[in-house]
């Protein structure tokens, strides 16, 4: 008979429970769990009301499931995991609450605010119980990319080019997102930088950089950066992100991956399919991406979660390994730390490695 994992989350968000479906690239975690035959919701944490009702009022928990107080909830009820969709600022406390209970945690991106807390983590027992949504990670073209460049069909990669432009500069979004330290990197740059270690399965050891902010902005923050990695391999980064384009004139995303042997192009948003190849020396053009149908941004968010949650389970259950654990997420989190020194200083600086 197949185990059933009792799961609870604490952050109703649009992340967790879209507030309008139409709007969202995403079914969101709640949905996704009580879709699954693999996991059984028992309860819900938010620091509001509002969200919590919602729950109660689709049905999805009853009136004494539902919890403002995170610590209660912990102590109230039977749970094997749980999911971790708050706010940045409160993940660090709720992952070493749920660790004091030896719970399994799922957490979105980022783990945790700054180094200083991954690094604490780090040392709690149990920390080997985390698994972090680094959701670029699990979109098809991102696994299938990871497995090309695998195989050697691309060579050894030399140089990645990579540019983020998107409108953030909504004035409708929640307060708190202004207020965020380096958006560019904490909010987008986690997942590029991210997904670059995951490509190559490689370390960046160098970085150097500039923040930028146009003047019309609404953030406190640089809403811009402009990136020159270079990992242990010798392979080099260009990276060149801003949440402040005020109109869309492109695809958000454009990936050039060159390789002794060819070179690899993405053009898209969220990074959804189609990856392109091309030989060197040959016009041909390979579709990597041709057997993906579902290439949607919706569909490619929601493929990309339910993954993550099948991991979670076997990572519960069958003792695998998680897509990304607390180890590998503190690099991440390490290398942002590193790049925001590096452009704070304006200067050229080295990634501690171990």
Same mark, same amino acid.
Request: hydrophobic share 35%.
């Given at each position: %008979? #197949?185990?059933?994992?009792?799961?609870?989350?604490?952050?109703?968000?649009?992340?967790?429970?879209?507030?309008? #479906?139409? !709007?969202?690239?995403?079914?969101?975690?709640?949905? #996704?769990?009580? +879709?699954?035959? !693999?996991?059984?919701?028992?309860?819900?944490?938010?620091?509001? %009301?509002?969200?919590?009702? +919602?729950?109660?009022?689709?049905?999805?928990?009853?009136?004494? +499931?539902?919890?403002?107080?995170?610590?209660?909830?912990?102590?109230?009820?039977?749970?094997? *995991?749980?999911?971790?969709?708050?706010?940045?600022?409160?993940?660090?406390?709720?992952?070493?609450?749920?660790?004091?209970?030896?719970?399994? $945690?799922?957490?979105?991106?980022?783990?945790?605010?700054?180094?200083?807390?991954?690094?604490?983590?780090?040392? &709690?027992?149990?920390?080997?119980?985390?698994?972090?949504?680094?959701?670029?990670?699990?979109?098809?073209?991102? /696994? $299938?990319?990871?497995? =090309?460049? +695998?195989?050697?069909? *691309?060579?050894? @990669?030399? &140089?990645?080019? =990579?540019?983020?432009? /998107?409108?953030?500069?909504?004035?409708?979004?929640?307060?708190?997102?202004?207020?965020?330290?380096?958006?560019?990197?904490?909010? %987008?740059?986690?997942?590029?930088?991210?997904?670059?270690?995951?490509?190559?399965?490689?370390?960046?050891?160098?970085?150097?950089?500039?923040?930028?902010?146009?003047?019309?902005?609404?953030?406190?923050?640089?809403?811009?950066?402009?990136?020159?990695?270079?990992?242990?391999?010798?392979?080099?980064?260009?990276?060149?992100?801003?949440?402040?384009?005020?109109?869309?004139?492109?695809?958000?995303?454009?990936?050039?991956?060159?390789?002794?042997?060819?070179?690899?192009?993405?053009?898209?948003?969220?990074?959804?399919?189609?990856?392109?190849?091309? !030989?060197?020396?040959?016009?041909?053009?390979?579709?990597?991406? *041709?057997?993906?149908?579902?290439?949607?941004?919706?569909? #490619?968010?929601?493929?990309?979660?339910?993954? @993550?949650?099948?991991?979670?389970?076997?990572?519960?259950?069958?003792?695998?390994?998680?897509?990304?654990? *607390?180890?590998?997420?503190?690099?991440?989190?390490?290398?942002?730390?590193?790049?925001? !020194?590096?452009?704070?200083?304006?200067?050229?600086?080295?990634?501690?490695?171990?």
């Amino acid at each position: %008979m #197949q185990k059933i994992i009792s799961i609870a989350i604490s952050g109703v968000g649009n992340r967790a429970l879209p507030k309008n #479906q139409n !709007k969202t690239n995403w079914i969101g975690w709640i949905n #996704q769990i009580k +879709k699954s035959n !693999k996991f059984n919701l028992v309860a819900a944490h938010d620091i509001s %009301m509002k969200p919590l009702n +919602k729950l109660v009022e689709k049905k999805f928990l009853k009136p004494n +499931k539902i919890y403002t107080n995170f610590n209660k909830m912990l102590e109230n009820e039977k749970l094997d *995991a749980i999911l971790i969709s708050n706010p940045v600022k409160f993940h660090y406390y709720c992952i070493k609450k749920s660790l004091e209970k030896k719970l399994y $945690i799922l957490v979105e991106k980022p783990f945790v605010s700054n180094l200083k807390e991954a690094q604490a983590l780090l040392k &709690q027992k149990n920390n080997k119980n985390i698994s972090v949504v680094q959701n670029w990670r699990t979109k098809d073209s991102s /696994r $299938i990319l990871r497995n =090309f460049i +695998k195989s050697g069909k *691309a060579g050894k @990669i030399g &140089q990645i080019f =990579f540019r983020y432009i /998107r409108n953030r500069e909504n004035p409708n979004y929640p307060k708190y997102l202004f207020k965020e330290d380096s958006p560019a990197l904490y909010a %987008m740059g986690i997942h590029h930088l991210d997904l670059f270690r995951y490509l190559l399965n490689d370390e960046i050891k160098i970085v150097s950089g500039r923040f930028f902010k146009p003047y019309w902005s609404l953030y406190s923050s640089s809403t811009g950066v402009n990136l020159t990695l270079i990992t242990k391999k010798k392979t080099i980064i260009t990276y060149t992100s801003t949440l402040s384009s005020l109109s869309k004139v492109s695809s958000q995303e454009s990936c050039i991956i060159n390789g002794s042997k060819g070179s690899i192009f993405n053009e898209s948003d969220w990074f959804e399919p189609h990856l392109i190849f091309k !030989k060197k020396g040959s016009n041909k053009k390979q579709k990597l991406t *041709a057997k993906v149908k579902k290439i949607s941004t919706y569909d #490619q968010y929601n493929i990309s979660d339910l993954f @993550i949650l099948n991991n979670l389970y076997d990572f519960i259950v069958k003792k695998r390994k998680p897509i990304c654990s *607390a180890r590998d997420a503190f690099n991440t989190i390490k290398l942002l730390h590193y790049c925001k !020194k590096a452009c704070m200083q304006k200067k050229e600086i080295k990634v501690p490695i171990k």
